[in-house]
């Protein structure tokens, strides 16, 4: 199998970890191995068992990519308390990080990083066409049924990254550019118990203060955004990322559809 894919496998299954700790408190022991001569053809008999999640990388460069799990195994890993819907959710979420996650490492080198759009439920074509690795799941010493996780063929070719040109960097610049994000995503793994004040603005508006002394109780207040803009998350009152609302496990949550770039975050650091 391809060395990128595999590449992929590993760093999704760290991204997957990390991001079912950060939606439910609990990090998994989980294991990649890619498919051996065989299993493809086995799982792809017993596909109807799974639930599967699709979600396509977006222009230019596309693939798509699936993860198959049992109900027993996704309403596990979202400390699904009965919800089956809540907990399908909260999968789709965990999904949705873990290939976001796994891209933006293995692309930061990129002149354009591979980004995923939304997820769907969705089933994949026949597994012994696509390149195929089975996760391995405990969770709290109990041992899950495992995942499947899935890639088109031609995700090789592009999560290689594109053709070097005579002006672009050398390759020890792309190797210290790869190192370097690879080291951000372990350091965050050491940052994973701070805390810090995240905020949610829905929209700001100003006005005279003869207006604001006159606002009681139903008074209705027209803020700067329309039905449908995206809303800001602030950290320490700097915008960092912008995304949509959703319900979360019963409580309000954001999805987040735009983060703020390099240069603007490297500035953040610097001010603080």
């Given at each position: 199998m391809e060395e990128s894919i595999i590449s992929f496998f590993e760093q999704w299954t760290e991204e997957f970890g990390r991001a079912v700790e950060m939606f439910t408190g609990e990090r998994p022991t989980l294991g990649q191995k890619p498919a051996e001569k065989g299993q493809a053809e086995e799982w792809e008999a017993n596909r109807s068992n799974y639930q599967w999640w699709q979600q396509e990388a977006e222009e230019p460069e596309t693939f798509r990519a699936w993860v198959g799990a049992v109900e027993s195994c996704w309403t596990a890993l979202t400390g699904s308390s009965g919800d089956t819907n809540e907990a399908k959710d909260?999968?789709?979420?965990?999904?949705?990080?873990?290939?976001?996650?796994?891209?933006?490492?293995?692309?930061?080198?990129?002149?354009?990083?591979?980004?995923?759009?939304?997820?769907?439920?969705?089933?994949?074509?026949?597994?012994?066409?696509?390149?195929?690795?089975?996760?391995?799941?405990?969770?709290?010493?109990?041992?899950?049924?495992?995942?499947?996780?899935?890639?088109?063929?031609?995700?090789?070719?592009?999560?290689?990254?594109?053709?070097?040109?005579?002006?672009?960097?050398?390759?020890?610049?792309?190797?210290?550019?790869?190192?370097?994000?690879?080291?951000?995503?372990?350091?965050?793994?050491?940052?994973?118990?701070?805390?810090?004040?995240?905020?949610?603005?829905?929209?700001?508006?100003?006005?005279?203060?003869?207006?604001?002394?006159k606002i009681t109780s139903g008074s209705l207040v027209e803020l700067d955004r329309q039905l449908g803009d995206y809303v800001e998350v602030t950290v320490h009152g700097t915008v960092v990322a912008r995304g949509e609302i959703v319900a979360v496990r019963g409580n309000y949550g954001v999805r987040i559809k735009e983060v703020i770039s390099r240069k603007d975050r490297l500035a953040l650091k610097n001010a603080a």
């Amino acid at each position: 199998m391809e060395e990128s894919i595999i590449s992929f496998f590993e760093q999704w299954t760290e991204e997957f970890g990390r991001a079912v700790e950060m939606f439910t408190g609990e990090r998994p022991t989980l294991g990649q191995k890619p498919a051996e001569k065989g299993q493809a053809e086995e799982w792809e008999a017993n596909r109807s068992n799974y639930q599967w999640w699709q979600q396509e990388a977006e222009e230019p460069e596309t693939f798509r990519a699936w993860v198959g799990a049992v109900e027993s195994c996704w309403t596990a890993l979202t400390g699904s308390s009965g919800d089956t819907n809540e907990a399908k959710d909260l999968f789709q979420e965990i999904v949705s990080q873990a290939n976001q996650g796994a891209a933006a490492v293995l692309s930061a080198s990129f002149p354009h990083p591979i980004k995923f759009g939304s997820v769907s439920l969705a089933s994949p074509g026949p597994l012994p066409s696509l390149r195929v690795a089975q996760i391995s799941v405990s969770l709290k010493s109990v041992t899950l049924p495992p995942l499947i996780f899935a890639l088109e063929p031609r995700a090789a070719q592009i999560l290689e990254g594109p053709a070097p040109s005579p002006s672009a960097k050398s390759d020890t610049d792309t190797d210290l550019a790869l190192d370097e994000a690879k080291i951000s995503s372990s350091a965050l793994d050491r940052l994973m118990d701070l805390h810090f004040p995240v905020s949610v603005l829905l929209g700001q508006t100003s006005l005279p203060i003869r207006d604001a002394l006159k606002i009681t109780s139903g008074s209705l207040v027209e803020l700067d955004r329309q039905l449908g803009d995206y809303v800001e998350v602030t950290v320490h009152g700097t915008v960092v990322a912008r995304g949509e609302i959703v319900a979360v496990r019963g409580n309000y949550g954001v999805r987040i559809k735009e983060v703020i770039s390099r240069k603007d975050r490297l500035a953040l650091k610097n001010a603080a």
